[in-house]
């Protein structure tokens, strides 16, 4: 996988990062740079991180996908620790390696 892939069509996820976040991003040679306070760089990273296993499994990032990550994000109680979709579902991570998955579209909009 190349950083490229991982950062969508036009720098997507750099750009959605920027705005939502307020972190400073830039891609040269190969590496992806943040700049910014602790917690929004930590946030980015975690982002990127689930990005890169969704590009694993095929998946373009866009976006909503970005944006769905970010919004895991910012409701996550002190259980969940990152929402993300694999495959065609939403999945919670929660603590001690545990996943709940969403199955309809009530229980993602209560998940987020």
């Given amino acids: 996988m190349t950083a490229r892939r991982l950062l969508g069509h036009n720098d997507v996820v750099l ?3 920027r705005e939502r976040l307020g972190v400073r991003t830039s891609y040269r040679r190969g590496h992806v740079y943040l700049v910014g306070g602790d917690e929004p760089v930590e946030q980015a990273l975690r982002v990127i991180e689930d990005l890169k296993d969704e590009v694993t499994r095929g998946k373009n990032p866009d976006e909503l996908v970005v ?3 970010l919004e895991g994000l910012e409701s996550e109680g002190p259980g969940a ?3 993300s979709y694999e495959g065609d579902d939403f999945v919670l991570r929660l ?6 998955v969403c199955k309809t579209a009530g229980q993602v ?3 987020r």
């Fill in 95 to 100: 603590p001690r390696g545990k996943k709940a």
């Fill in 81 to 83: 620790q990152l929402a």
């Fill in 67 to 69: 944006e769905k990550l």
């Fill in 15 to 17: 750009r959605v990062l």
């Fill in 109 to 111: 909009d209560y998940a």
